[in-house]
């Protein structure tokens, strides 16, 4: 990818619940980070070669710091199980700036925060958010049981109401997230984070409300529906650089082109941290990401090349 980085220092790690490991991170001068907002995340340069994109969790008031919380994944491609097992304090990586896609309505009449896991990241970020401002705000907080539940304690000395929910307390049903849903008042935003059936229920129970009360964020790319139209290769044409090339059927419009030597920003490759988004110049995407809305997608401004396509046989791009 061709984003500046940052030099930052692994400053503490320490355990936030079973198999969730905390990070910090700080510059090796002491100086300070990139601003962020509520709902940001970072990549991690981490130094077997893999790039990985985390939450951050700290008050976003903090200039001097970046945390990360890191679950361990049984299907681990590399990154958490690296992180858990061979990174050490006191070592230097590369880190990017903070970029944010799921960022939170801070004038919202009340706000229902509801995570699942590790994706207490973001949300517990949002709620120190909304208490330094006195808005409202609860936190529903699902995990197994109370031993993998990060950050409980941390967020009931804060101002909004915590309501955890453990599976092994309730003969394993999980949160109720259709009730939650169903008895809040008009107008309410409702935030969402953790593993894919929580995401998949929360966007069932939310399908009703306006667009824009709604918000959701996946760490892992959710299942696609298949295409509308036959795979096949097409042409896309760069705008800026004047050039046309060929996007074969079995490669995504990223791998097409860095395979022609071009260089675009890109990070998770999963359609879900935004880093590749590009404006769409003429023609029809075939959008696969998990981050664009229904009106977003409909608008065909931009798109996500890492893994969306074209529904024709052209399309232009400002690359």
Known sequence: MTNETISARVQRMEWAAEGILEVEFRRPDGGDLPAFTPGAHIDLHLPNGLLRNYSLLNDSRDRHRYVVAVGLDAASRGGS??????????????????????????DAPHVVLIAGGIGITPLACMARRLAALGRPYEIHVAARNPERAAFVSDLRALSGKVLPHFD???????????????????????????????????????????????????????????????????????????????????????????????????????????????????????????????????????MMICVSRCLGDHLTLDL
């Open 168 to 302: 092994s307390e309730h003969n394993g049903a999980p949160l109720d997230i259709a009730a939650i849903v169903a008895k809040a008042p008009a107008g309410v935003h409702f935030y969402c984070c953790g593993p894919g059936p929580m995401l998949a229920a929360f966007e069932a129970a939310t399908a009703g409300l306006p667009e824009g009360l709604a918000h959701v964020e996946y760490f892992k790319a959710k299942e696609q529906p298949a295409s509308t139209v036959a795979p096949g290769s097409f042409k896309l044409t760069l705008a800026k650089r004047g050039e046309t090339i060929e996007v074969p059927a079995d490669k995504t419009i990223l791998e097409a082109l860095l395979d022609h030597g071009i260089e675009a920003d890109y990070s998770c490759q999963d359609g879900v941290c935004g880093t590749c988004e590009v404006k769409v110049v003429s023609g029809v995407p075939d959008h696969r990401d998990s981050l664009l809305s229904k009106s977003e997608r409909e608008s065909n401004k931009t």
């Open 81 to 106: 199980r690296f992180i858990h097992g061979d990174l050490r304090v006191g070592q230097i990586m590369p880190i990017s700036a903070p970029r944010n896609h799921f960022p939170l309505v801070e």
